[in-house]
C-alpha cells in the first residue's frame, strides 16, 4: 500500500506525535526506555529537530537532526516498511539541506543503511567498528547534492 493521497511535503514536527515517534523508533536499538528517552530528547534539547516527509496527511519517513547552525547530523531516519524503496527518505534528506540552507550534513550509519547514503550523494568512509559491526561516517555537502 503506498500513501498517494495528496502531494509530498515536508514539515517540522514540533513535537514527537505518535506516529512520528514510531518512524523515528525504526532507526533506534529497540529498547523501549531508550526510545522513550531519546523522544523525550528531541523535545527539550534545542539543537535537536525532528522533520517528516508526508504524502497527504501521513508522515511516511521522518528524520531526528541534532542542527548546529549550517551543519547537521542526522541522528535517526525511518521509513514505514510499506513505504521503503519510494525515494521518500530520499526526498526528505534533500530537501532538508535545502530547507535548512546547510553547508554539510552528516550521519553514521552500518552495513544496512550505507548504500542508502552513497545513492543520496553522501560521501563514505569507514568509522570505529562498534559491537563488532562496522560502521560508517557520511557525509553530504552543499553542491554535491545529486
Do not use: N
Not at 65 to 77: D, F, I, S, T
Request: aromatic share 6%.
Amino acid at each position: 500500500m503506498t500513501s498517494d493521497s495528496g502531494p509530498s511535503t515536508l514539515r517540522r514536527c514540533e513535537g514527537v506525535t505518535p506516529e512520528v515517534g514510531a518512524l523515528l523508533a525504526l532507526a533506534m536499538w529497540p529498547d523501549p526506555a531508550r526510545i522513550s528517552a531519546t523522544l523525550s530528547a528531541y523535545a527539550s534539547d534545542p539543537e535537536l529537530q525532528v522533520w517528516a516527509w508526508t504524502t497527504g496527511d501521513t508522515p511516511v519517513c521522518a528524520a531526528g537532526l541534532r542542527v548546529q547552525g549550517k551543519r547537521a547530523e542526522v541522528l535517526h531516519l525511518g521509513t514505514r516498511p510499506q513505504e521503503r524503496g519510494q525515494g521518500h527518505a530520499r526526498r526528505l534528506v534533500l530537501a532538508l539541506m535545502d530547507r535548512l540552507h546547510l553547508g554539510r550534513l552528516e550521519a553514521e550509519t552500518d552495513d544496512d543503511s550505507v548504500g542508502f547514503y552513497r545513492q543520496c550523494g553522501f560521501t563514505v568512509t569507514a568509522g570505529e567498528p562498534r559491537g563488532g559491526r562496522p560502521r560508517y561516517r557520511c557525509t553530504l555537502t552543499a553542491g554535491a547534492v545529486s
